[in-house]
């Protein structure tokens, strides 16, 4: 069984900046190909926020380029989301996910896509 926990949500002002972490553990040897974010508001569809696979290559959602940068360190199957110039509509509840391989881009924004999810951090941006 493989779990996801995440860390680093809470409350910051617009403009302000957040560190999410999330750290796979499984009780047999687990090297997914990808792990990354994936962000749900009250409402509304989960969407792509982040991406990261094996051969470093990555993937952002529209909103969120240029502003947040993701990362990974494969020896501590962890994997970072850094936010900065946050915004009220970046408010959600952040999801970690890891997929075991690799999809083709076309497919990286569906959610039904990855095997696995963490618990969610609330991330809320207001005055």
Known sequence: QVQLVESG?????PGGSLRLSCAASSE?????????????????ERELVAMTWSGSSTRY?????????????NAKNTVYLQMNSLRPEDTAVYYCTARARRVVWSAMTDSSQYDYWGQGTQVTVSS
């Open 9 to 13: 949500g809470g409350l910051v002002q």
């Open 61 to 73: 959602g529209d909103s969120v380029k240029g502003r947040f940068t993701i990362s990974r360190d």
């Open 28 to 44: 047999r040897s687990f090297s997914p190909n990808g792990m990354g974010w994936f962000r749900q508001a009250p409402g509304k």
